[in-house]
Structures are given as structure tokens and as C-alpha cells.
């Protein structure tokens, strides 16, 4: 099972949460909480998936991200809020969140979204991944010393679009197998290991496709 925590002061959405959860063959939650320093203090054990809300009593949601990255490296943080905006989106994002749903979602998709997760498709509301392409594609920054071939080149693209694995298998007509292969060298060469940190580098103009 897919051990999941929630930290979500509305009681209603929270109680909804770990109802759907409960109702899961292959997610369970764990641990849940209405603020991240409660959160925090009972995090004792590895979780997988941490749905955080951002607008919290006490420590907001993004100041808990790096306390809780700290507390459980290997914990992935998706980001359940109602904020919009460019700066929340992106500060959460940075700080090192996983990905960012929105509240107006339907939350039974809740765990589908952490399902794609766990196979490595971002979870990023479809309002929120058009707002990501529409800012970075109006950034001019320069890869630096990374040397990719240009399929690489064309795969990564694709990757900060927001593509599944599969969707970039069937748009450059090639296997599953070698977009893996592709991605494999892209994080070597880049000298990271997840599509997290690959967009890190994106908003912080260390890389650029529009060349």
C-alpha cells in the first residue's frame, strides 16, 4: 500500500480525503493533520505521498515544505490548494513541492492523481501546467555544458511540458523503453534524478529549449 499523509485545516475536505483514501486497493492514509507543526511532530515513519495545503494556522504550507523534506527526504509533496497565482504556485514548486492540485478539482481524482504520481507523471492541475508552459516559454536562459543530442533535446521538452512517459512515447513514435533511456541520460547529464529538480533548474534559468 501507498502510504499517504494530509495536512488540511478544513475539516470537511480533510474528512473527505481520508475517506477516499480509505476506499483505496492501493492507497492508505497514515497520518493527517490540521497544521504542519502537529503534522511534523508526529511524523515518525516514511510516508510515500504528503498532501499539503498551503493556507495553514501557523507555518503555511510552502515554510513546511523544507521542514518536512528534512524530516522524510524521500517523501513526495503535492500541493492541494485554492491559490492560483504565479507566486504561490512557483515558490511551493521550488521550495520542493511534487506537484500542485487545485481545490476547485473533483477530489475523488484525488487518487488517480497519486496513482500517476507513483509511475512518474506529474501532478499538476491542467490549469496549472498551461500556467507553468505559458511563463517558461517566455524565458530565454541557456543549457549549460550538458552536451544533449537533440532527441534528448526533443524529450525534454516534452518533459517540462507536463507529458506522461506514454504521451511522448506516441508523440515521437518511439517505445516506452527508449524515453526512459532518453531521460536516463538527460538526468545524468544534468546531474539530478527526478522531474521535480528538472523543473527546479527550468525556473531558475538554467536550461532552454527555445534555442
Do not use: C
Request: charged share 25%; net charge neutral.
Amino acid at each position: 500500500m501507498i502510504k499517504i499523509g494530509i495536512i488540511e485545516d478544513d475539516t470537511l475536505v480533510r474528512d473527505e480525503l481520508i475517506l477516499i483514501l480509505r476506499n483505496s486497493s492501493k492507497l492508505t492514509p497514515v497520518i493527517w493533520s490540521e497544521s504542519a507543526e502537529n503534522f511534523l511532530k508526529y511524523l515518525n515513519e516514511p510516508i510515500d505521498f504528503i498532501l499539503l495545503d498551503i493556507g495553514l494556522p501557523g507555518m503555511s504550507g510552502i515554510e513546511a515544505i523544507p521542514k518536512i523534506k528534512r524530516k522524510s527526504p524521500n517523501s513526495e509533496i503535492v500541493i492541494l490548494s485554492s491559490f492560483k497565482d504565479n507566486n504561490h504556485i512557483f515558490n511551493a514548486l521550488k521550495a520542493g513541492a511534487s506537484g500542485y492540485i487545485l481545490k476547485d478539482a473533483p477530489l475523488k481524482d484525488i487518487e488517480q492523481v497519486l496513482l500517476d504520481l507513483s509511475q512518474g507523471i506529474p501532478a499538476l492541475s491542467p490549469s496549472i501546467a498551461r500556467r507553468m508552459i505559458n511563463y517558461f516559454n517566455q524565458q530565454k536562459v541557456e543549457v549549460k555544458d550538458t552536451q544533449l543530442t537533440f532527441k534528448e533535446t526533443e524529450v525534454l521538452q516534452y518533459l517540462v511540458n507536463g507529458l506522461s512517459y506514454k504521451l511522448i512515447a506516441d508523440e515521437m513514435k518511439i517505445s516506452i523503453n527508449s524515453v526512459r533511456y532518453h531521460i536516463k541520460n538527460i538526468y545524468k547529464k544534468l546531474h539530478i534524478n527526478s522531474r521535480p529538480e528538472l523543473m527546479k533548474l527550468y525556473m531558475n534559468g538554467q536550461i532552454n529549449l527555445n534555442t
